[in-house]
Every structure is written in structure tokens, then in C-alpha cells.
């Protein structure tokens, strides 16, 4: 697997009032969009052209975009958030998909997902059950999956928000992994990189082109993720960590 683009969205000026549990304070607009630029920077070091879209002011948690869509190198797949305010970020979101994948497919009602809980294992699709994903739209994701020639896994995911909250896959069947996702009976076959619970947030690291960005101030994650052989790129993330959203949720990223 080789992704050769990226596409983000610049942080909106209503960014602070985006959904968040995570009670870490204000977040620093300012500071928002220097860490944006710097995650772009990083993508680019992975080889990637990034496109960058332009803010959607009526969407706080626009700049999250991995949320509304998944692309595949089969086609991609426009979500329906389950988060009644994310409802329509995709719409903005689909023209520019078009442009690299043609015609879409898309999840409609009843089903909500959101492509944070989506997990990408070669062919296979792990999707998380949260209470963003519910079942219709896991149905209709998993159909979609199978028309392209790949299978779809349900995966229980507790009370995180997202599958990749707690669970990414750095390729060579090695799975980065927090909580008890770590000794989920779906992931038995891989090997697994363990992420304490005081460094949780970092289990939401980035394979790219055989780099890993991981989130900064994580340092046993980034080591144990250097020892299994990767060259880490330390992000500073820290004003999207206070919207509850992690380094994959920033950049859609295409084959
Ligand atoms: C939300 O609650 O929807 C945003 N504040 C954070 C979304 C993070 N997305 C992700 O981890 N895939």
C-alpha cells in the first residue's frame, strides 16, 4: 500500500466549539492552525501532495475529515455522521472526492458511521460499533465493502469514540493497540504493540508510506513504535487532542 495524496481541511474560526468529552481546557485557535500547518508538513515528509480544503464555518468539526468519508483504492464511500452537528460536512466534502474517485457511494438513512471507525487491514475492514456507527450503516459500509471485492468486520469498541481512538494498524501485521482492544479476539492474528493507559492517546499514531507520525509527549509509544523498526514523525496535536480528535481524523489519505 502506497497513499500518494492527502486532503485536509483548514481549521474553521468556531473550531473551540467543537464536539468534545475530553476536559482539557480552551482550545488556542491560534495554535490550532500552527499545528494544522505542521501536520500538513509531516504528510508532505511522507510523500504525500496535500490538498487543503477551505474552512467550513458552520462546521466546527469539519477540520476532522477523515470522519465523512472512506477511501478505498476501490472507490470511496461518503459517511453520514452520526453526531446530529457533523450532519452535511460530507456533502461539502464529496465534490473534491469525485475529482479522484468518480462516483461515490453513499451511506444514507437510517445508517450513521464515521470513517474514524473504520480501520484499513488490506482487504479487510475493521468497523467499530460505537455510538456513532450503529448497525444500519455498518450494513450498508459492510455491502459497499463487498461490492468492491473486500470484507468488513464488526469490531466491539466499548466507550471510546472511535475504533482508531484505541487501535491503528502500522502495516507488516502489526497493530498498535490501548485498552482492551488490545486483547480483542478479532485482533488475535497480529502482532500488537501495547500503548499504556498513560499514553492511550497515542494508540491514534499514522502509518504512511512506512513512517508513523505519532502524536508529541508519548515517548514510550514513540520508542516502542522506533523499536518494531519505524521511523517516527512526533506531531504536536495537542489543541485537536482537547476536541477529542487524533492525528488519523486530520487528512483523508488515497492510494
Ligand atoms: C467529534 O466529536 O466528532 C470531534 N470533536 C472529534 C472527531 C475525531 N475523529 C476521529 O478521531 N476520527
Redesign the pocket.
Known sequence: MTFTRAIVRTPCKRLAE???TAGLGPVDTNLALVQHRNYCKALEACGLAVEVLDPLEDYP?SI?I??VALCTPRGAILTRPG?PT?RGEEAHTGPVLEKYFGRLHRIENPGTI?A?DIMMVGDRYFIGRTARSNKAGFAQMAAFLESFGYRAVAVPVGDL??L??GVSYLENNILLATGALADEACFAEFDIIRVDEDEAYAA?SLWINGRVLCPAGYPKTAAAIRAAGYEVIEVDVSEFRK????L??LSLRIA
Not at 476536541?243 to 487524533?246: E, Q
Open positions: 467543537g464536539i468534545t468539526d476532522f477523515e470522519d453526531a457533523r464515521e474514524g469514540l472511535h482508531k481512538t491514534n476536541l477529542d480528535g487524533g488519523s481524523c
